[in-house]
């Protein structure tokens, strides 16, 4: 039987990048298993993790800039460790977390995952549209303008009414 290996060689464009954690060299990468590995980082007692709960704090921490917290960290630990484990290193949550401090180290680690996940998790095309996903559903809500024409109509109809009442 053939290895997936000898059939898809790895070539010098799909070469893993490597981060450098306590002076030891890591390949990382991004793919379904560190999507995986990321979403299990989200796991609470009453439920699964979900890829979407990390994405969500993901943005809020790229949305502005933010100080080293708990859940700053837990989002570059998530993202570390995932990246970690699809890089072909065995490795829990827990062995990574103890091994990143709250220092400067940690946050030039993340840079360069994020950047790695970036470059793999969204195409070009896609970096270049708006800011609303093609996807998002569109809001079936009236505009103000819309709404206050329609309370100018509905107020004209009462009006109208309460003459012709009156007028009776």
């Given amino acids: 039987m053939a290895k997936l290996s000898d059939l898809i060689p790895i ?14 060299k890591l390949p990382i990468d991004f793919n379904f298993l560190a999507m ?4 299990r980082c989200y796991d609470t007692p009453t439920r699964d993790g979900d890829f ?8 809020w921490l790229t949305g502005k800039e933010q100080a080293l917290n708990r859940r700053s960290f837990r989002v570059m630990s998530a993202l570390i460790y995932g990246m970690v484990q699809a ?5 829990t ?22 950047e ?3 470059g793999k998790y969204f195409q070009g095309e896609d ?12 809001s079936n809500k009236p505009k103000n303008n819309q709404k206050k024409n329609q309370k ?3 107020n004209y109809n009462k009006n109208q009414n309460n003459k012709n009442s009156k007028a009776k």
């Fill in 127 to 138: 970096l270049k549209k708006s800011n609303q996903p093609q996807d998002h559903p569109k």
């Fill in 52 to 59: 979407s709960d990390f994405e969500a704090d993901l943005q």
């Fill in 152 to 154: 100018k109509k509905n």
């Fill in 87 to 91: 890089g072909g290193t065995e490795c």
């Fill in 116 to 118: 790695e996940f970036k």
């Fill in 11 to 24: 070539s010098e464009k799909n070469k893993k990048t490597e981060i450098e954690l306590k002076g030891v």
């Fill in 93 to 114: 949550i827990d062995e990574v977390k103890a091994r990143l401090d709250f220092d400067m180290e940690t946050v030039n680690i993340f840079e360069v995952c994020f």
């Fill in 36 to 39: 995986e590995s990321i979403a």
